[in-house]
């Protein structure tokens, strides 16, 4: 579990950085016209992705009560980016998205994993 948790920082740092950093260049596929002002939305995303990034990070090594925590609340995560990113899918983004699919359906499933799994082991 600990191996994925850093796994997921890393990535959640990783995503968090290039939309604070290029925000244009990451929804180019989707065909969002990136503005200055829109680009804040999506910077602010990236803002809250990085503070994920460290929580996950620090809990790496967290008790039962905080890994429930952390776990849960990624899990909470990843259902409603996926919601998103369907929605972005019907408002005529499309197969462009597929990516983001994948990528919150895995990382969904992971988090669901351990945290059943965790909740076993009581």
């Known amino acids: 579990m600990k191996i994925f948790i850093s796994i997921a920082a890393v990535l959640a740092m990783v995503f968090g950085a290039m939309m604070l950093l290029v925000p244009a260049e990451f929804y180019a596929p989707t065909g969002i016209v990136m503005t200055p002002m829109i680009a804040t939305v999506a910077q602010a995303h990236g803002a809250t992705l990085m503070g994920l990034g460290v929580v996950n990070w620090l809990a790496r090594d967290a008790d039962r009560q905080g890994l429930t925590a952390v776990l849960t609340g990624n899990l909470v995560v990843q259902v409603l980016s996926l919601l998103v990113v369907l929605r972005t899918m019907q408002l005529g983004a499309g197969l462009a998205v597929a ?24």
Do not use: C, D, E, M
């Not at 990528?103 to 909740?119: E, T």
């Open 99 to 122: 990516p983001g699919i994948v990528i919150h359906v895995v990382l969904g499933s992971l988090f669901a994993f351990f945290l059943i799994r965790l909740r076993r082991t009581q």
